[in-house]
C-alpha cells in the first residue's frame, strides 16, 4: 500500500509539472503519431505468493531494488483528443534487496512486457491507461533447477509530456502478474511485480 500511495503521489507531482509547460508547439496533436524509442529508470518490489493453506517460514520471495532499461513505440491518434499505441520495453533488475533472498531458491534478473496503450491528449501532454503481455526472467539460486521464461499479465497507468517538439517524458506505474506453480512452489503459487518509473522518448 505505502508503494503505491508513493506511485501516486509521484504521478501526480509529473501531472503538475505537464499542466505547467509550455504547449506553444505548432500542430501539438499530430506529433503524437508514429514511432518512438526511450529509456527508462525506477524502482521496482516483487514477491512470490504461495496458497493460503502452504505455511511459509520467512519472508521467501520479497524483493525489492532499482531497475534500468528501454522502450520502443508506435502511436496513432485516432479522434482530436485520443491516442491509441502499442509500445515493449525491457528492463534489468539492479540491487536487489530481500530480508527472504537467503531463503529463496530464486532471484529476478529481468522484466519485460508488450502492451496496449489508449490514452486521452490534450496539447502537449498524455494520460494513458495500457495493458498486455508480461515476461519475467528468473536466475536459480544454491543449485535450485533453472526454470524457462515466465509469462503473464501487465496492467498500469501514467502521464506523458512533451518537452520538445520531438522529445517526450513519462512518469509509469506498472503492475505485473505471473502464475508461478513448479518449481516455485505448488499448484496455485503466483508472483507480482510493480514498479514506478520514468522515462524519457525520443520521436520520429
Not at 18 to 23: D, E, I, K, P, V
Amino acid at each position: 500500500m505505502k508503494f503505491i500511495l508513493r506511485s501516486a503521489v509521484a504521478a501526480l507531482a509529473l501531472g503538475a509539472f505537464a499542466g505547467n509547460a509550455n504547449a506553444d508547439m505548432a500542430d501539438v496533436p499530430s506529433m503524437w503519431n508514429g514511432f518512438y524509442v526511450g529509456g527508462q529508470g525506477g524502482y521496482y518490489s516483487s514477491e512470490t505468493i504461495f496458497p493460503s493453506n502452504i505455511l511459509v517460514i520467512g519472508d521467501t520471495g520479497l524483493g525489492e531494488g532499482f531497475t534500468a532499461g528501454g522502450y520502443i513505440g508506435y502511436n496513432q491518434m485516432i479522434s482530436e483528443h485520443w491516442l491509441a499505441g502499442i509500445e515493449g520495453d525491457y528492463n534489468a533488475a539492479f540491487d536487489e534487496i530481500s530480508t527472504g533472498k537467503k531463503n529463496s531458491p530464486y532471484e529476478l534478473d529481468a522484466f519485460g512486457s508488450l502492451r496496449a496503450r489508449i490514452g486521452f491528449v490534450h496539447d502537449s501532454t498524455l494520460l494513458f491507461v495500457t495493458g498486455g503481455l508480461a515476461l519475467a526472467d528468473f536466475s536459480p539460486t544454491g543449485g535450485a533447477p533453472s526454470v524457462d521464461l515466465e509469462v503473464g499479465y501487465a496492467v498500469g497507468a501514467g502521464v506523458e509530456q512533451f518537452v520538445t517538439e520531438n522529445m517526450s517524458v513519462k512518469l509509469e506505474f506498472l503492475y505485473m502478474g505471473f502464475d508461478l506453480d513448479t518449481p516455485f512452489g505448488p499448484p496455485g503459487t503466483d508472483g507480482e511485480i510493480a514498479t514506478v518509473r520514468g522515462g524519457f522518448a525520443f520521436h520520429f
